[in-house]
C-alpha cells in the first residue's frame, strides 16, 4: 500500500476510534440488553411466549410441578434407597416428567386466556386422576371401580365434590405455581387446611354458606388439637400394592385400608400404605396422605377404639415424609383400653327436653294397669 494511502487509513481509524470512544459505555449496554432479551426470550420460548407473567414463571421452576423433587426425593430417601436405584436415571427411563409440567400449555392450554380451568377438574385430571382426581369423584385411582356384591359401583365421592366443588376452590394458584421457594415434599407445598373454610365464620363458597366447626361437640371436646379433622372426617383410603418399580406392571390397589399415624405437625391423621417390589425384594412404608374422600359424617368411635389395625399397631416399614412416625403401642393400648359404644346416641333437637331413662316402660305399664281395672269395673 504506497505510504500516502496508509496514512490517510491510519488517519481515518483514529477518528473513528476517537469519535466511538465515547459512545463505547452505551454500545457496551446495547449488547447486554440484546443478551438479556435473548435469555428472555429463550424462558419464554420454553413456557410458550407467557413472558407477560414472569414473576409466575420464576417462582414456577422451583415449584414440585416443575421439579418433581417430592417423587424423586422420597423415593431416594426409601424404596429406591433401599433398592439401589439412581432415581434421576429412573425419572428419565420412565419418562416420569410427561406428567411433570415443563411448559405452561400442559396445565392452561393453547388459549389460557380463553380458557376457565376451575369450572372442571380436567386439567388436574391429566395427571392426579391416579390418585387424587378419581379418588375424589367416588372411584379407586385410574378410574376403576370397586365391584360389590356383583355390580360395578363407586364408593362415596368426597362431600365437596358432591357440593359442586373443583380443585381450585381449594387448592390456590401459589400452591400450584410455586413460591420461588424449592420445596422437598407436597407437605411443604400444600398450606391448604380444613380451617381455611370451616373455621372461618361466615365464610361462603360458589355462593353456598360453609358448615362451621363446632367446639362443643363431644368428639372435638375429647380429641382436641391431637387428631387432624380427616382422622375422623375421611370416608375410605386405598393402598398400592405390589408396585414393580422395575417393570411398572403388576400394581393393584385395595380400597378400606384406613390407617392412622403421627404427621409431621404431631397431628393423627390417615396415612397410606405403599409395597414397591423391585428384583424380588420388597420394601413396605407408610406416608401422611389426604385421601380426599371427605364425608360430613364423622366416623364411629368403636373404628378406632375397637380397631388395632386402624391404629397401625403392629406395622413395619419406613414412614415416608419428615417428622411422620407410628402412634406409640402404649398410646395404641390407651386407647383400646376405652370400652365405647358401636355408635354414638343421637344428637337431643334443638330446645327438646331430655328424656328421662326408662320412663316410657313406667308410663306403659301405668297405662296397662289403668285397662286392666276398667276392665274389671265394666264386668
Known amino acids: 500500500m504506497p505510504k500516502k494511502e496508509l496514512a490517510r487509513s491510519c488517519k481515518l481509524v483514529s477518528a473513528i476510534v476517537r469519535t466511538a470512544k465515547p459512545m463505547l459505555p452505551l454500545i457496551v449496554i446495547a ?14 420460548e420454553e413456557f410458550e411466549g407467557c413472558s407477560c407473567h414472569s414473576d ?15 417423587m424423586k426425593s422420597e423415593y431416594a430417601k426409601y424404596a429406591a434407597g433401599e433398592f439401589g436405584i439412581d432415581m434421576d436415571e429412573y425419572y428419565a427411563q420412565w419418562n416420569c416428567s ?35 382426581t378419581s ?30 366443588l373443583t380443585c381450585t376452590d381449594c387448592h390456590t394458584a401459589e400452591e400450584m405455581h410455586g413460591t420461588g421457594e424449592a420445596a422437598a415434599s407436597q407437605l411443604e407445598a400444600v398450606k391448604t387446611s380444613c380451617e381455611d373454610c370451616h373455621n372461618s365464620p361466615g365464610k361462603e363458597v360458589k ?14 371436646k375429647i380429641h382436641g388439637d391431637k387428631l387432624d379433622c380427616t382422622a375422623c372426617h375421611v370416608g375410605w383410603a386405598p393402598r398400592c400394592v405390589n408396585c414393580h418399580l422395575d417393570t411398572r406392571k403388576g400394581t393393584k390397589v385395595e380400597i378400606d385400608d384406613f390407617r392412622l399415624a403421627i404427621g409431621a405437625d404431631g397431628k393423627i391423621k390417615p396415612f397410606m400404605n405403599m409395597t414397591a417390589a423391585y428384583d424380588s425384594e420388597t420394601h413396605t412404608g407408610y ?48 386407647v383400646l383400653a376405652v370400652k365405647m359404644p358401636a355408635g354414638a346416641p343421637a344428637a337431643t333437637p334443638a330446645g327438646a327436653p331430655a ?25
Open 31 to 44: 449488547v447486554l440488553s440484546v443478551s438479556l432479551v435473548s435469555i428472555t426470550i429463550t424462558a419464554a
Open 56 to 70: 409466575v414463571i420464576d417462582d414456577f421452576t422451583t415449584s414440585l410441578h416443575y421439579t418433581g423433587a417430592g
Open 98 to 132: 410427561n406428567c411433570h409440567v415443563t411448559t405452561c400449555e400442559k396445565c392452561h392450554g393453547e388459549e389460557p386466556h380463553k380458557e376457565d380451568m376451575s369450572k372442571n377438574m380436567s386439567t388436574c385430571d391429566q395427571c392426579h386422576f391416579k390418585k387424587q
Open 135 to 164: 379418588i375424589f369423584v367416588g372411584e379407586i385411582p385410574a378410574h376403576g371401580k370397586i365391584p360389590i356384591e356383583g355390580a360395578e359401583v363407586a364408593h362415596p365421592a368426597d362431600i365437596h365434590y358432591e357440593k359442586g
Open 207 to 220: 355462593g353456598m354458606p360453609v358448615t362451621q366447626f363446632a367446639p362443643d361437640t363431644p368428639s372435638h
Open 287 to 334: 406416608g401422611a396422605w389426604f385421601p380426599h374422600t371427605v364425608t360430613d359424617k364423622a366416623k364411629e368411635c368403636a373404628d378406632c377404639h375397637e380397631n388395632p389395625a386402624v391404629l397401625c399397631e403392629g406395622c413395619e416399614g419406613e414412614m415416608l415424609g419428615e417428622g411422620g412416625s407410628f402412634i406409640p403401642q402404649e398410646t395404641i393400648d390407651k
Open 355 to 379: 328424656a328421662t331413662p326408662g320412663f316410657e316402660l313406667i308410663f306403659a305399664v301405668i297405662a296397662i294397669a289403668v285397662v286392666v281395672l276398667l276392665a274389671k269395673r265394666g264386668h
